[in-house]
């Protein structure tokens, strides 16, 4: 069963807009990482976020972390044709299993 | 300094058949997950090895079996493959016994994609 899950399913926008995708999740976690998909190919280590943090920004992402709402979002700023991918919400225990959601499939046009 | 490399990348087998999937992990890292992703789903994880051991197990039958070697690289065994087996077989590695703070962060490699017919 899928830990995570996310929405939209799809979003559509052109290049410089913004990008928003929320995540929410059922159980308790260790932390909640983000990955990027490209036409099926191998996962892209995003950012990860702490139990016991609320924000993280790397480069045009921005993570936030809202453990008693079980949610998690993550906003890409101007975005580009390359951010075209699908983006999958992660969350792991401490042992390092990771449960996924089934995606957000963001299409970013010129 | 090479990441996490799979093998084969694609590979078309027979209901019933068994099949060898194969992970070298990123250089400096001990241990390994497997994950299946069917088409347009989020990866499952499948297990998890560690010091030649599986250390965790997810939802997966028997016919789904594994192994770690000495160098750390990895094998997914599937066994009776069924229709259902179709997918992306990702191996990810990250360093550091499981429980270990280091240890959340996960490299993966491009993924087999399975075709049973």
């Known amino acids: 069963s899928q830990q995570g899950e996310e929405d939209p399913q799809a979003l559509s926008i052109q290049e410089g807009e913004n990008a928003t995708m929320n995540c929410s999740y059922k159980?308790?976690?260790?932390?909640l990482q983000w990955y990027r998909q490209n036409s099926g190919r191998g996962l892209v280590h995003l950012i990860l976020i702490r139990s016991n943090e609320r924000e993280k920004h790397s480069g045009r992402l921005r993570v936030t972390l809202d453990t008693s709402k079980k949610s998690s979002s993550l906003l890409i700023t101007a975005s580009r044709a390359a951010d075209t991918a699908s983006y999958f919400c992660?969350?792991?225990?401490?042992?390092?299993?990771?449960?996924f959601g089934a995606g957000t499939q963001v299409v970013v046009t010129p | 300094d090479a990441g996490v490399t799979q093998s084969p990348t694609h590979l078309i087998k027979t209901r019933g058949q068994q099949v060898t999937l194969r992970c070298s992990p990123k250089s400096g890292h001990d241990t390994v997950s497997w994950y299946q992703q069917a088409l347009g789903q989020g990866p499952q994880f499948i297990f998890q090895?560690?010091?030649?051991?599986?250390?965790q197990r997810g939802n997966f039958p028997d016919r789904f079996s594994g192994h770690q070697f000495p160098n750390y690289s990895s094998e997914l065994n599937v066994n009776a493959l069924l229709l259902g087996d179709s997918a992306l077989y990702l191996c990810a590695s990250s360093f550091g016994a499981p429980g270990k703070a280091g240890h959340w962060l996960a490299f993966f490699g491009q993924g087999t994609r399975l075709t049973v017919v």
């Open positions: 159980t308790s976690i260790n932390n």
């Open positions: 992660a969350t792991a225990d401490s042992w390092g299993k990771l449960q």
């Open positions: 090895y560690y010091e030649e051991e599986e250390r």
